[in-house]
């Protein structure tokens, strides 16, 4: 019989559901979780364990009996099994809700009856799982440029017209490696573009699906001749719902319930697609129940809004084009949102369409800044996301430390001249100016915001009761007052990744 709870002891960290009047704050509490093993929900918990003989009363109390052990834990030999996985306060090691996007560790050192079947971290809501390889390539332009002859070719490569229904050699090599990567840099969860083929996009949703990775994967939908490659493009737009519909019915094969892995239709931008395949694509999110998500590209570029405007000349903003074919829904992740009026951040609210924020994609491409504040002040919900390849790493903490640095910019943007500024400069050099995320407020983007972008909300984010376990444990291991790491030898990976209470 297998142990029905994993028991976890230690510090845990997360980000509250509800700011206090302070803002979002750390949460740090220590104790004991239990999670159960059949369905990976977090069962209960017991914030009074503050040692190992508050641990071993609390044991016999519940009538537990611990897998592996041989000493005074198991006073139940015939209690309920359990596994019991501790993060030691001495080598400072704490658990931290999984980002939305993380691979597979090794069975944590101390606990070798315990084996981590899916490791997972925080939420990646935007990343382009075929151009892993180009990521770090920037080129020395802007959007546009960069995705004529850096991203259209290496897409273009996920096809054969040789061998059309099958995923060629170079899309099995680099989908692993994105899966394995992005759940190495502690990502649970991640929203991934494909490309145009189905058989690559399948196999990404398999891969997803056998690593035990959270996923939203959508088949990226692109039809307008003269915007996109002959070798990039759907031959008509009814073709791109026919392909995006054989990808939908995969997923929805290999998951029925959506459990792990979910399609999500995929426009690619407007510009890459027709009005007509605008509407189909439309038509097929809203004919599921509940309606599929949908994930796009918003105002990210300057020069993208230009060809929007020429584009479409009767709609009266880029928000507006999406708006028109019902595209904005409460499901809807739109990617970017740089260059937005506050129009257009008032009607993706109304629509409660969510925001994923790249700001290493956005500095990298010399795209812009998003205005975080503004769209969260405006009731807009706001995630992160890397944007492989246009960001160059894989990993969310990357992208929380990128959210805060870029945060700090704007105020000196919007400022004009000093007579301009509201009280004496030494009162605004005292001041926290409101464009400037937090390191708690952008983890919170990591976590539950994330969540909240990908419409899990209640199943991961955070440890509530009821909750699905996604989380890592992160090891700093000893370090002196100086930084440095007391530990010599072999590397070691900072965090282990636990996954549904596997």
């Known amino acids: 019989m297998s142990p029905k709870y994993t028991l976890f002891v230690g510090t845990f960290i997360q980000l509250p559901r509800f700011k206090s009047e302070e803002g979002h704050q750390l949460a740090i509490t220590r104790g004991a979780l239990w999670v159960s093993t059949a369905d990976g929900t977090i069962e209960g918990f017991d914030w009074s364990i503050a040692n190992d003989r508050d ?32 993060a030691r306060e001495e080598e400072n090691e704490f658990f931290f809700p999984g980002f939305i996007g993380m691979p597979p560790y090794p069975t944590h050192p101390n606990f070798p009856a315990y084996t981590t079947n899916t490791e997972k971290h925080p939420i990646d809501t935007h990343i382009h799982a075929p151009q892993y390889p180009n990521a ?6 802007g959007l546009l440029h960069w995705l004529k ?9 996920f096809g054969s017209s040789k061998f059309p229904s099958i995923p060629p050699p170079n899309a099995y090599r680099v989908y692993n490696q994105v899966v394995a990567r992005t759940l190495a840099n502690g990502t649970t969860c991640a929203s991934y573009f494909a490309t145009i083929h189905v058989p690559a996009t399948n196999l990404l949703a398999s891969l997803c ?6 996923a939203l994967i959508g088949r990226v939908c692109m039809d307008r001749p003269e915007q996109c490659p002959d070798d990039l493009r759907d031959e008509s737009p009814d073709i791109a719902i026919d392909k995006t519909q054989a990808s939908i019915d995969h997923i929805h094969t290999i998951d029925p319930e959506g459990a792990l892995i979910q399609p999500i239709v995929t426009p690619r931008f407007a510009p890459s697609c027709t009005p007509r395949s605008l509407g189909k694509l439309s ?3 809203a004919s599921y129940s509940p309606p599929l998500h949908i994930q796009t590209h918003l105002a990210e570029n300057l020069d993208e809004l230009d060809l929007v405007k020429k584009l479409y000349p009767e709609s009266r903003d880029y928000t507006s084009v999406y708006n028109y074919f019902k595209l904005l829904t409460p499901r809807t992740i739109l990617a970017h949102c740089v260059h937005l009026s506050d129009d257009e951040r008032t009607m993706i609210a109304e629509n409660d369409a969510k925001l994923s924020h790249c700001p290493a994609s956005n500095s990298a491409l010399g795209s812009g800044i998003c205005e975080v504040r503004k769209a969260i002040d405006s009731g807009i919900t706001v995630g992160l996301g890397t944007d492989v390849s246009g960001g160059y790493s894989p990993s969310i903490l990357e992208t929380v430390r ?7 910019l704007l105020p000196h943007m919007s400022r004009a001249q000093p007579e301009e500024r509201e009280g004496t400069p030494d009162d605004n050099d005292d001041k926290v100016p409101r464009e400037v995320l937090s390191i708690e407020e952008a983890l919170y983007l990591a976590t539950r915001g994330g969540a909240a972008v990908v419409d899990m909300a209640d199943q991961i984010g955070g440890f509530d009761q009821g909750m699905v376990w996604d989380a890592q444990m992160v090891k700093l291991g000893k370090f002196n007052p100086a930084g440095r790491w007391g530990k010599t030898g072999g590397v070691e990976s900072a965090v282990d990744v636990f996954d549904e209470g596997a």
């Open 209 to 214: 699906h056998a690593r035990g990775q959270r």
């Open 136 to 141: 770090g390539l920037f080129g020395d332009a």
């Open 283 to 285: 038509k097929l999110a």
């Open 402 to 408: 990128q959210a805060c640095l870029v945060s700090r």
């Open 55 to 86: 641990l071993k009363r609390f044991l016999r109390h519940k009538g537990w009996t611990v897998v592996g052990y041989k000493d005074g834990h198991n006073k139940n030999k015939h209690g309920v099994e359990v596994t019991l996985v501790v």
């Open 149 to 157: 002859n850096y991203t259209f070719p290496i897409e273009a490569s």
